[in-house]
């Protein structure tokens, strides 16, 4: 009689990706705390939101990007996953 169960392929196959992502973030020691990665992109992110609402406005682009908060909230996620993209990727 076996000890063990076994599971079929199918099911091996469908819980191999779960495992894949179990990782620690990485995280950025600053002045002894240490804060996740993620936090610094979205600080990016916002930060570089403000030279694009400023060409934005200039250029009268508003109507384009209507509704404002949704398109910047876009915007940052894009600019966020950029820095992260850049940033904490394992080469």
């Given at each position: ?5 076994t ?5 091996l196959?469908?819980?191999s990706?779960a495992?894949a ?13 240490a804060?996740?990665?993620?936090f610094?992109c979205?600080?990016g992110g ?6 694009c ?9 508003q109507p384009?990007?209507s509704?404002l908060?949704?398109s ?18 394992y080469?």
């Amino acid at each position: 009689m076996k000890s063990f169960c076994t599971l079929p392929r199918a099911a091996l196959l469908c819980l191999s990706p779960a495992f894949a992502g179990c990782a620690l973030s990485p995280s950025v020691p600053v002045l002894g705390a240490a804060f996740p990665g993620w936090f610094f992109c979205l600080l990016g992110g916002a930060l570089l939101l403000i030279p694009c609402h400023l060409l934005i406005a200039r250029r009268g682009w508003q109507p384009r990007f209507s509704p404002l908060v949704i398109s910047y909230l876009a915007l940052m996620f894009i600019f966020a996953a950029l820095l992260w993209f850049l940033f904490f990727t394992y080469r």
